[in-house]
């Protein structure tokens, strides 16, 4: 099965910077949502966009989706230190019940 | 609503005992789904469930069983344990193609 790949791997701003995260992927998917983890922790929701949708925010959050490109990226404006996290994508594959996760991006917002 | 609990939150196990991790929701979700995560990688899905009754295999199913006998409560099986399968476990749940809700993660260790 074929899952989303998170670029960059890493991400290290200063407080206040913004920080972009992107997904790729390779088939055709239902809708496409991103997660945060803090260290050692559970996995939170932040958004999820459907495959007919192009933009969606969520206070500080923008995601936007291009299925033309199969690619989707997550924003985050004007960040804090709590934002420090890994920040995942997550497909679900057209006629598929699955779910498939990236390996991240691991962002450090340095206060 | 508590959500979705997961018991144990640590466990340490010697090689070839068998134990079985708990994972209960109470928002009468009909999708429920385990996953493993290991160090610097993202979630791999191991096995889950449309529906009381109704289980199958993710990408990583080998040496785990399952089983779905309510709506609630989707308990996963090791049989065997091996250091292989040393883990932080998250079960989640959610309605068809909706957000997923993840427990807080069993973190076991397989000496």
């Known amino acids: 099965s074929q899952q989303g790949e998170e670029d960059p791997q890493a991400l290290s701003i200063q407080e206040g910077e913004n920080a972009t995260m992107n997904c790729s992927y390779k088939t055709s998917i239902n809708n496409l949502q991103w997660y945060r983890q803090n260290s050692g922790r559970g996995l939170v929701h932040l958004i999820l966009?459907?495959?007919?949708?192009r933009e969606k925010h969520s206070g500080r959050l923008r995601v936007t989706l291009d299925t033309s490109k199969k690619s989707s990226s997550l924003l985050i404006t004007a960040s804090r230190a709590a934002d420090t996290a890994s920040y995942f994508c997550?497909?679900?594959?057209?006629?598929?019940?699955?779910?498939?996760f990236g390996k991240g991006t691991k962002l450090t917002v340095n206060p | 609503n508590a959500g979705v609990t997961q018991t144990p939150k640590f466990q340490v196990l010697k090689t070839g005992q068998s134990m079985t991790l708990q994972c209960a929701q109470d928002?009468?979700?009909?999708?429920m789904s385990w996953y493993r995560q290991d160090p610097g990688m993202g979630l791999r899905l191991i096995h889950y469930s449309v529906g009381a009754g109704i289980t199958d295999q993710g990408e990583v199913p080998n040496g785990y069983n399952v089983s779905r006998s309510t709506t609630e409560d989707f308990p996963l099986r090791l049989l065997s344990a091996a250091p292989s399968q040393t883990s932080v476990y998250f079960c989640a749940s959610n309605r068809r193609e909706e957000t997923q809700y993840f427990g807080p993660g069993t973190r076991l260790l397989v000496l």
């Open positions: 928002m009468n979700h009909e999708y």
């Open positions: 997550c497909l679900t594959q057209g006629g598929s019940e699955k779910l498939v």
């Open positions: 966009i459907r495959s007919n949708e």
